[in-house]
């Protein structure tokens, strides 16, 4: 999931540079799901690891 995060940061990085602004904004409007995705499922295993519910490896 990261891996992906990143390879959309730098796709929007590069198409914005480039000029393609359509691409560019939906390159980083995924990259923001996929970042707030992620966050909500650290929450979660942090949140459960605390409560004693989850095992983190």
Not at 25 to 33: D, M
């Amino acid at each position: 999931m990261l891996q992906l995060l990143l390879i959309l940061i730098v796709v929007a990085l590069v198409a914005g540079a480039m000029g393609f602004t359509g691409l560019a904004g939906a390159a980083a409007t995924l990259a923001k799901v996929v970042a707030g995705i992620m966050l909500i499922g650290i929450v979660l295993i942090l949140l459960l690891a605390f409560m004693g519910l989850a095992v983190l490896f």
